[in-house]
C-alpha cells in the first residue's frame, strides 16, 4: 500500500506564492508519475501538473507559467510550486501517484489553498 500526504497549504493574498509538497511513503516498486489535481467548491477536480520519473513536465493551461512541479526520488516527495497566484486558484489541491505500466494509482487527502483578493 502507499500513502500520499499534502501539505503546504493555506491562505495567501493575490500575488502570493505557495510550495506544496506530497511525500509517498510504502510498498512503492516501479516507474510512477506524480501529478497535481485541484477541487474549487462546486467544480469538479481537474488537471493540474504532471513529473515523468524522468523530470518531463507538463502543466494544464491555468498554471502554465505561473506553477512548478519538481520531484526528489530519493526521497519520494513531489513539490508544486505556485506563484502570483490569484483567487480562482482558490481550490483543495490533492497529488496522485500513478504507477506506470500499471492500474495503480493513488491519492493524498488533499491540501487547502486559499487565495484572498
Known amino acids: 500500500q502507499v500513502q500520499l500526504v499534502e501539505s503546504g497549504g493555506g491562505l495567501v493574498q493575490a500575488g502570493g506564492s505557495l510550495r506544496l509538497s506530497c511525500a509517498a511513503s510504502?510498498?512503492?516498486?516501479?516507474?510512477?508519475?506524480m501529478n497535481w489535481y485541484r477541487q474549487a467548491p462546486g467544480k469538479q477536480r481537474e488537471w493540474v501538473a504532471t513529473?515523468?520519473?524522468?523530470?518531463?513536465?507538463t502543466y494544464a493551461r491555468s498554471g502554465e507559467g505561473r506553477f512548478t512541479i519538481s520531484r526528489n526520488n530519493a526521497n519520494n516527495t513531489a513539490y508544486l510550486q505556485m506563484n502570483s497566484l490569484k483567487p480562482e486558484d482558490t481550490a483543495i489541491y490533492y497529488c496522485?501517484?500513478?504507477?506506470?505500466?500499471?492500474?495503480?494509482?493513488?491519492w493524498g487527502q488533499g491540501t487547502q489553498v486559499t487565495v484572498s483578493s
Open positions: 496522485r501517484l500513478v504507477l506506470v505500466g500499471t492500474i495503480n494509482t493513488y
Open positions: 510504502g510498498s512503492i516498486f516501479g516507474i510512477y508519475t
Open positions: 513529473i515523468t520519473s524522468g523530470g518531463v513536465t
